[in-house]
C-alpha cells in the first residue's frame, strides 16, 4: 500500500492525471474505499485470481481507458498501447518507437 499511497500523493498534486497500479487482489477492497473517500474515479482489471490492475486519476482518463473495451493490457491495440503510455506520462519518444516497433515488426 506505500507505493499505492504515493501513487495518490502524485495524483492529488497534479504529477500525474492517470495511474495505474498492481496490487494483490486481497487489498483491493482497501484500495477502492481510499479511492472511493477521495473522490477519485477509479477502474480495475483482473490480471489473475492474485492480482488486479487498477487504473486511477480523472474522470475523463479513466473514460478512455474503459472506451477501450479490453479486460486485459496484453489485447490493447497498438494505437491503445500508444495513448496508454502517453496518458499515463510515460516518454513521448519512447512511446512513439514502441508503436512503431510494435506496429511494423510484428505484422
Known amino acids: 500500500m506505500k507505493v499505492f499511497n504515493h501513487h495518490i500523493y502524485e495524483y492529488e498534486k ?3 492525471n492517470l495511474i495505474l497500479h498492481t496490487m494483490h487482489s486481497d487489498i483491493l477492497d482497501a ?3 481510499t479511492l472511493e473517500r477521495r473522490n477519485i474515479s477509479y477502474h480495475i482489471q483482473k490480471v489473475h485470481e492474485a492480482k488486479v490492475n487498477i487504473f486511477f486519476g480523472d474522470s475523463e482518463c ?3 481507458v ?5 479486460t486485459n493490457l496484453r489485447d490493447f491495440s497498438h494505437e491503445e498501447d ?5 496518458m499515463l506520462g510515460y516518454d513521448r519518444l519512447k512511446q512513439c518507437k514502441r508503436y512503431l516497433s510494435r506496429k511494423y515488426v510484428t505484422q
Open 14 to 16: 497534479g504529477l500525474r
Open 31 to 33: 484500495a477502492t474505499e
Open 62 to 64: 479513466i473514460a478512455v
Open 66 to 70: 474503459k472506451s477501450f473495451d479490453k
Open 82 to 86: 500508444f495513448i496508454l503510455g502517453i
